[in-house]
T-cell receptor, first 114, second 108 residues
Framework: NAGVTQTPKFQVLKTGQSMTLQCAQDMNHNSMYWYRQDPGMGLRLIYYSASEGTTDKGEVPNGYNVSRLNKREFSLRLESAAPSQTSVYFC?????????????FGEGSWLTVV | KNEVEQSPQNLTAQEGEFITINCSYSVGISALHWLQQHPGGGIVSLFMLSSGKKKHGRLIATINIQEKHSSLHITASHPRDSAVYICAVIRLGNQFYFGTGTSLTVIP
């Protein structure tokens, strides 16, 4: 049981390049989230998906797009990377209210944009 | 202003000391999590609280819903407790809001 798996772990991009962060969960959860973590700031929500087929903007969506490909997979795309997008990205998936609201995180993706 | 405030931001303790990390929040919540993040990044949930107190080994978490405050206590601290501890609140709609974290270093 892997929980939440995200790839890649590390990536260096040049300004203007594009890339996609992949996330998959094997817990049959409805909700999946993408966060970014920057020094001195809490985890900030980029986009979330409350269920398969739906996506919504979070607190800091600019410069990102997402796809909820199926119930398992939720990808985050940077179309034209900027140095301000240098950050650590976490995919997460909560169990939901009826199951105690535990939240599971991926291991994180360290992205540097030069 | 962040909806979730933690204190202190940084904490250094000697092995064996009793440690308290505080979390205050300003919004209505359905529950609160204490998370642990080790160097290298992985984040795990230690506790989920909606009232009262929970204990797991040397870790104790309490919450006072009326005062909008929670504390995480570590008894007999050990160097392996060194990590960042993050408070997260859950609002309606299953939305999580996170504090900026408390970086704990326990010195042998």
């Amino acid at each position: 049981n892997a929980g939440v798996t995200q790839t890649p772990k590390f990536q260096v991009l040049k300004t203007g390049q594009s890339m996609t962060l992949q996330c998959a969960q094997d817990m049959n959860h409805n909700s999946m989230y993408w966060y970014r973590q920057d020094p001195g700031m809490g985890l900030r929500l980029i986009y979330y998906s409350a269920s398969e087929g739906t996506t919504d903007k979070g607190e800091v969506p600019n410069g990102y797009n997402v796809s909820r490909l199926n119930k398992r997979e939720f990808s985050l795309r940077l179309e034209s990377a900027a140095p301000s997008q240098t950050s650590v990205y976490f995919c997460a998936s909560p169990t939901g209210l009826s199951s105690g609201n535990t939240i599971y995180f991926g291991e994180g993706s360290w992205l540097t944009v030069v | 202003k962040n909806e979730v405030e933690q204190s202190p931001q940084n904490l250094t303790a000697q092995e064996g000391e009793f440690i308290t990390i505080n979390c205050s929040y300003s919004v209505g919540i359905s529950a609160l999590h204490w998370l642990q993040q080790h160097p290298g990044g992985g984040i795990v949930s230690l506790f989920m609280l909606s009232s009262g107190k929970k204990k797991h080994g040397r870790l104790i978490a309490t919450i006072n819903i009326q005062e909008k405050h929670s504390s995480l206590h570590i008894t007999a601290s050990h160097p392996r407790d060194s990590a960042v501890y993050i408070c997260a609140v859950i609002r309606l709609g299953n939305q999580f809001y996170f504090g900026t974290g408390t970086s704990l270093t326990v010195i042998p």
